[in-house]
């Protein structure tokens, strides 16, 4: 079973029993700490995903030891100019132990997420054969259509062709 929780506006993949170093939390070591914005959990092979958080879902952890992660090394330099500068900052984390995953998962949603997963099946073959039907109607239209096409018929005269003749006729 794991959990997808958000801490310290961070997304994490937990388990039980598994270490995490977050960002800085408020508390002593050995405080247990509760997160309740669960995003998704599995368990059993079933996913429960929450919009936008699982509704009584809920992941405890105890706080291990408060350190600091790696340094991350700033160096600034001006080439020509003899401008360097180095620093350095070693941002402050908290290591975390997560203690349970609790999610209780009513029957009825259970049910009706497995009902849901069935029906856009049956209704997408049901609109694939609505869809085949209209087609076959166009191609038959079509088909109607193209027998239906006269062939080339010579051209009415253009003004300018009438016009000729009769200037011909007068002289």
Same mark, same amino acid.
């Given at each position: 079973?794991?959990?997808?929780?958000?801490?310290?506006?961070?997304?994490?993949?937990?388990?039980?029993?598994?270490?995490?170093?977050?960002?800085?939390?408020?508390?002593?070591?050995?405080?247990?700490?509760?997160?309740?914005?669960?995003?998704?959990?599995?368990?059993?092979?079933?996913?429960?995903?929450?919009? #936008?958080?699982?509704?009584?879902?809920?992941? %405890?952890?105890?706080?291990?030891?408060?350190?600091?992660?790696?340094?991350?090394?700033?160096?600034?330099?001006?080439?020509?100019?003899?401008?360097?500068?180095? %620093?350095?900052?070693?941002? #402050?984390?908290?290591?975390? %132990?997560?203690?349970?995953?609790?999610?209780?998962?009513?029957?009825?949603?259970?049910?009706?997420?497995?009902?849901?997963?069935?029906?856009?099946?049956?209704?997408?073959?049901? %609109?694939?054969?609505?869809?085949?039907?209209?087609?076959?109607?166009?191609?038959?239209?079509?088909?109607?259509?193209?027998?239906?096409?006269?062939?080339?018929?010579?051209?009415?005269?253009?003004?300018?062709?009438?016009?000729?003749?009769?200037?011909?006729?007068?002289?």
């Amino acid at each position: 079973m794991y959990a997808i929780v958000e801490i310290a506006g961070l997304q994490y993949k937990v388990q039980k029993d598994q270490r995490v170093y977050v960002h800085r939390l408020e508390g002593n070591e050995g405080d247990k700490v509760k997160f309740d914005r669960v995003l998704l959990t599995e368990q059993n092979s079933i996913v429960s995903v929450g919009a #936008p958080v699982i509704e009584d879902a809920t992941v %405890t952890a105890s706080i291990l030891a408060h350190v600091k992660a790696d340094k991350v090394i700033i160096f600034k330099k001006k080439r020509r100019k003899g401008y360097e500068k180095k %620093t350095g900052h070693r941002q #402050p984390m908290t290591q975390i %132990t997560i203690t349970d995953i609790k999610f209780t998962a009513s029957k009825t949603s259970t049910e009706s997420d497995k009902k849901a997963a069935v029906k856009p099946k049956v209704q997408k073959s049901e %609109t694939v054969k609505k869809a085949a039907s209209k087609v076959e109607k166009k191609v038959s239209k079509k088909s109607d259509i193209v027998g239906k096409v006269p062939s080339k018929a010579p051209k009415k005269s253009t003004k300018k062709a009438e016009a000729a003749p009769k200037a011909a006729k007068d002289s």
